[in-house]
């Protein structure tokens, strides 16, 4: 990672509880994942002010060194057009890294369809009361062997227990916990 992005991330790193930015572990987590897996297109719902996308597209923008074919590419979904949407496009931009993501302004059952059809990962990081919607809008479209990640599941378990266990019973994707920040759920697509 260019020293100019971490210097970014670790700036924003200090008003995390301002933004509710993910933990600098789950970034890692979710960066590394992209670039093992040669991940190219991934959905966020929920971008605050870029903190998680900009761990997410620069992911994005190594695989692309590699990439022969499709340009690899982020597309985050944000509701909240005063503050934290614009903020999100400064900091991308401060990154280097807008040329790897699309910012889509809405709400996320609404705005779901109106982005391409298939994802390598989708990050559910958004309000705790429409995962469901996310869910169902989302898992047909992700391809064989990419993932579902849902932040917040140990922290909010309460809030997501319903959803949990119909993620649980769906046999076409293996899910596990892992206690990373405030806890992942991650949904492989079998
Ligand atoms: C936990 S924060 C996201 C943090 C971000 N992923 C990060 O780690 O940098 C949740 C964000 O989702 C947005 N949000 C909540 N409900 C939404 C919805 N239904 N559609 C789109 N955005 C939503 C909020 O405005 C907020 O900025």
């Known amino acids: ?9 670790n700036k924003l790193a200090l008003t995390r509880e301002t933004f509710w930015n993910i933990h600098e572990e789950v970034g890692e987590f979710l960066n590394l994942l992209i670039i093992s897996q040669k991940y190219k297109t991934v959905l966020e719902i929920g971008t605050s002010n870029g903190y998680s996308g900009i761990w997410l597209a620069e992911a994005l923008s190594q695989v692309a060194k590699t990439s022969k074919t ?28 807008s ?6 302004l809405g709400h996320a059952p609404e705005v779901i369809p109106k982005t391409p059809h298939k994802f390598n990962l989708a990050f559910f990081d958004a309000t705790k009361y429409e995962h469901i919607l996310y869910w169902n809008a989302v898992k047909h479209r992700i391809n064989k062997g990419g993932t579902i990640i849902v ?7 309460e809030a997501l227990k ?6 649980q019973k ?13 806890g992942l759920l991650i949904a492989v697509k079998n």
């Open 1 to 9: 990672m260019l020293p100019k992005i971490k210097n970014l991330l």
């Open 70 to 97: 499709k340009s690899p590419h982020l597309y985050t979904i944000e509701s909240n057009l005063k503050k934290r949407f614009p903020l999100a496009t400064e900091n991308f931009k401060k990154a280097g890294l």
């Open 99 to 104: 040329k790897y993501i699309t910012q889509i």
């Open 151 to 157: 932040d917040n599941i140990t922290s909010h378990k």
């Open 162 to 167: 319903n959803f949990t266990k119909e993620v």
């Open 170 to 182: 769906d046999k076409s994707f293996t899910t596990i916990t892992l206690p990373l920040g405030t």
